[in-house]
């Protein structure tokens, strides 16, 4: 059938339509050049494998201080002819030369950059280990308000199976420059048990808890000050975990937590080794939902790491960074380190840029400024077999919105 339209309805309906069409296209067109950036990486080398008296760094940790100061942290692994090692076969009766796992043969280092990660200082050693204790694990958070750098680690004492690993917590009030130790909880039973790696943070939001100094705890949740490091507290286990390990925390432009896990345990499914979980929490890291599985994100049995970006455009977004080989477990899968970024509060995640190709595991970021990220990471070499990932490389990732 057909119907005769008057010249007058017509001509409204087809400006109305180009009105429509006109709001439409100029909105796409204006989220799609805030939300495609052009991004720039920058490279350099932080620790190198067989130098500076170690044969290997692990494990980084990554933060800026008050005024502008980079401070890459890391575990500095002993050469086998530096004591505890008297012999090369002093680590559980493997090689300590090849072993990369549970050894006491572990110091804490770190470098600083004063200008944004171009070059670095020489190497400082803060925790020393000796044939009984060895330190691991370092995570670091800057107190905004007051400019104080905490820091924390493990001391481990003795050989398995009595050994016994307790929580440090040290401060800084110069810019890293030197570090004292706040309090080494060695009392039997202490319920301080932070063991994760990176993801330590300070609640930016208008909220009851902005302020708030969280280290997140492996097994445990999450270990917080809302006094400025005076006083800490132990929040609530996730409940439906019996074990994870390396956890990260962002936080969501509502206000809540994300926790982004690596489960680990026995009785894993094989499948749950591919991808991270998340759990939420709603009261500042006290107390957590159920976990669940982060089924669009990678993470390959690998630790990742993760924070909020303040982009240009004023629209915060979720980075996280991790091994991205699809369907592949250590150490295959450990490699094409990527850069993914959620915009819905870490439901879906996209790859945005590829920082290296070569083998790499754990990693670290810290916001630099709005857009500007700094991102430290294990890098391994082809040509070692097995891939040990004993050098660290560090880049500034640069995000530009074109119509900022």
């Known amino acids: 059938m057909f119907v005769m339209c008057s010249p007058f309805s017509f001509l409204q309906g087809f400006m109305i339509y180009m009105f429509t069409l006109c709001v439409v296209v100029s909105v ?27 044969r290997a760094f692990r494990i980084p940790a990554i933060a800026q201080t008050a005024d502008g100061t980079v401070v890459a942290f890391a575990e500095g692994r002993v050469p086998v002819d530096r004591p505890p ?33 171009h070059s670095w200082s020489s190497l400082k050693i803060l925790a020393r280990c000796n044939s009984t204790t060895f330190y691991y694990n370092p995570n670091l958070v800057l107190d905004k308000r007051t400019n104080k750098l905490w820091l924390t680690y493990y001391l481990c004492q003795g050989h398995k199976p009595h050994r016994r690993c307790y929580p440090v917590l040290l ?38 808890y902005k302020g708030r100094l969280i280290f997140p705890d492996d097994g445990r ?14 929040g609530q286990p996730i409940p439906n975990f019996v074990y994870y390990l390396d956890n990260q925390l962002v936080e969501l432009d509502n206000g809540s937590l994300l926790m982004i896990i690596r489960k680990g345990g026995a009785g894993i499914l094989e499948k749950d080794y591919m991808y991270p979980f998340g759990s939420l929490s709603e009261d500042g890291g006290v107390t957590w939902s159920n976990a669940w599985p982060m089924l669009n994100a990678v993470n390959n049995d690998c630790q990742v790491s993760s924070i909020t970006m303040t982009r240009i455009d004023q629209k915060p977004a979720l980075l996280m960074l991790h091994p991205n080989t699809i369907g ?66 560090y880049a500034t990732v640069v995000f530009q919105y074109t119509n900022a």
């Open 28 to 54: 796409w067109v204006g989220f799609s050049a805030a939300s495609t950036p052009i991004i720039t990486v920058r490279h350099s080398r932080v620790y190198s494998e067989n130098s500076e008296g170690y």
């Open 85 to 117: 090692y008297g012999t090369p076969t002093n680590c559980y009766g493997q090689l300590a030369s090849t072993k990369d796992g549970d050894c006491v043969d572990k110091d804490i280092v770190y470098k600083t950059s004063s200008n944004g990660g």
């Open 171 to 208: 401060v800084s009030t110069d810019n890293a420059q030197t570090f004292s130790i706040v309090n080494t909880f060695l009392e039997s039973g202490t319920p301080w048990f932070v063991g994760g790696l990176g993801g330590a943070l300070q609640l930016q939001q208008s909220s009851p």
């Open 221 to 234: 949740g999450c270990v917080y000050s809302d006094d400025h490091g005076n006083t800490w507290h132990v």
């Open 328 to 393: 592949e477990k250590p150490p295959n899968g450990r490699q094409n380190l990527t850069l993914s970024m959620s915009a819905d509060r870490g439901k879906i995640w996209t790859n945005v840029v590829t920082i290296t190709r070569n083998p790499s595991a754990y990693s670290a970021m810290v916001e630099l400024q709005p857009s500007i990220i700094g991102c430290l990471y294990e890098q391994g070499d082809y040509n070692v077999v097995p891939i040990n990932y004993s050098s660290m490389e």
